[in-house]
T-cell receptor, first 112, second 112 residues
Framework: NAGVTQTPKFRVLKTGQSMTLLCAQDMNHEYMYWYRQDPGMGLRLIHYSVGEGTTAKGEVPDGYNVSRLKKQNFLLGLESAAPSQTSVYFC???????????FGPGTRLTVL | SQKIEQNSEALNIQEGKTATLTCNYTNYSPAYLQWYRQDPGRGPVFLLLIRENEKEKRKERLKVTFDTTLKQSLFHITASQPADSATYLCALDINNNNDMRFGAGTRLTVKP
């Protein structure tokens, strides 16, 4: 099993550009999460999903949108990137009957 | 306000000693608390979970305590080794509905 994978690993955007980050998991997990990690602030939850077709806002949802059209994929979109969205983005998944989250390797995004 | 604090940003100890990391939270009543390890450039990896009705949990050289009255968890690594050097994060499900919150982490360095 590949576990949780994230695409791309690195990306540089200009202010105002849009992009989509892809998270894929092959563990048949029901729950999926998107976090951002900034120095000194730890991980902050952006959006999460408790199942295919459902999403919910986390702690810092503004400026981001998500979709969960397939159980194994969770997409994070930035419609109009801002420098404040420069961060490392982590995806995670969790099985319904477990409390453990499995994290992907991260995507480092820089917005100029 | 609601927050999670890991009291030490960095902790340096000598090999063989016990490392003790602290996680304090305010205004939450989590059903469980988790500890993760994160190495540079990688996603967090789950270590231990302790539930609100458990006082202590152990796994090999790791021990976690949970005091819901003090709103505090302590994470211990006994007989520490240089390979234990990493950042350790605590996490709570603040509303018991998948809304996860992480502390900023403590960077542990174990010196030979």
């Amino acid at each position: 099993n590949a576990g949780v994978t994230q695409t791309p690993k690195f990306r540089v955007l200009k202010t105002g550009q849009s992009m989509t980050l892809l998270c894929a998991q092959d563990m048949n997990h029901e729950y999926m999460y998107w976090y951002r990690q900034d120095p000194g602030m730890g991980l902050r939850l952006i959006h999460y999903s408790v199942g295919e077709g459902t999403t919910a806002k986390g702690e810092v949802p503004d400026g981001y949108n998500v979709s969960r059209l397939k159980k194994q994929n969770f997409l994070l979109g930035l419609e109009s990137a801002a420098p404040s969205q420069t961060s490392v983005y982590f995806c995670a998944s969790r099985a319904l009957a477990e409390d453990t989250q499995y994290f992907g390797p991260g995507t480092r995004l820089t917005v100029l | 306000s609601q927050k999670i604090e890991q009291n030490s940003e960095a902790l340096n100890i000598q090999e063989g000693k016990t490392a003790t990391l602290t996680c304090n939270y305010t205004n939450y009543s989590p059903a469980y608390l988790q500890w993760y390890r994160q190495d540079p450039g990688r996603g967090p990896v789950f270590l231990l979970l302790i539930r609100e009705n458990e006082k202590e949990k152990r796994k090999e050289r790791l021990k976690v305590t949970f005091d819901t009255t003090l709103k505090q968890s302590l994470f211990h690594i006994t007989a520490s080794q240089p390979a234990d050097s990493a950042t350790y994060l605590c996490a709570l499900d603040i509303n018991n509905n998948n809304d996860m919150r992480f502390g900023a982490g403590t960077r542990l360095t174990v010196k030979p």
